[in-house]
């Protein structure tokens, strides 16, 4: 017979160094969830993205046991971490801050296309490219 969920809790964290500091803390804290044994588990399965906001979703069940489902990192990080800069532009029509090509537009794609509402690699770029364009990055 399979667990009763009582509750979903979406969130991010920082790949491979949670801390039960707000915001996760609170969220487990609410639903009765062990939180030290949570942070552990998300930070052995993010370990490999070194501190890049990544969103999970938690489902909390009746004997207060859970499971995650570690989501690809947002769009917007990658592209910063891509172009190398450190937030995108105020005014993304006027002020461009960095470019990208369309091949790391397209290899974002491929990293995310599980979680882009893209019916193939082409469609998916083209949706990484217009984010690239609506935070100031040009894509060459």
Same mark, same amino acid.
């Given at each position: 017979?399979?667990?009763?969920v009582v509750g979903k809790i979406k969130l991010q964290a920082p790949?491979?160094?949670?801390?039960? +500091?707000?915001? %996760?803390?609170?969220?487990? =804290?609410?639903? $009765?969830? *062990?939180?030290?044994?949570? !942070?552990?588990?998300?930070?052995?399965?993010?370990?490999?993205?070194?501190?890049?906001?990544?969103?999970?979703?938690?489902?909390?069940?009746?004997?207060?046991?859970?499971?995650?489902?570690?989501?690809?990192?947002?769009?917007?990080?990658?592209?910063?971490? +891509?172009?190398? %800069?450190?937030?995108?532009? =105020?005014?993304? $029509?006027? *002020?461009?801050?960095?470019? !990208?090509?369309?091949?790391?537009?397209r290899k974002i794609a491929e990293r995310k296309l599980a979680d882009?509402?893209a019916r193939d690699l082409d469609a998916g770029a083209k949706i990484?490219?217009?984010?690239?364009?609506?935070?100031?990055?040009?894509?060459?």
């Amino acid at each position: 017979m399979a667990k009763e969920v009582v509750g979903k809790i979406k969130l991010q964290a920082p790949g491979g160094q949670a801390t039960p +500091a707000p915001p %996760i803390g609170p969220a487990l =804290g609410q639903h $009765n969830v *062990n939180i030290g044994q949570f !942070v552990s588990q998300f930070n052995e399965a993010t370990k490999d993205l070194n501190g890049m906001p990544v969103p999970v979703e938690i489902f909390v069940y009746g004997d207060r046991t859970f499971s995650f489902i570690v989501k690809s990192p947002p769009a917007a990080a990658l592209l910063k971490e +891509a172009a190398g %800069i450190a937030k995108g532009s =105020g005014v993304p $029509n006027k *002020n461009k801050v960095g470019s !990208v090509t369309m091949d790391q537009c397209r290899k974002i794609a491929e990293r995310k296309l599980a979680d882009l509402s893209a019916r193939d690699l082409d469609a998916g770029a083209k949706i990484i490219a217009g984010t690239a364009r609506s935070m100031g990055i040009e894509v060459k």
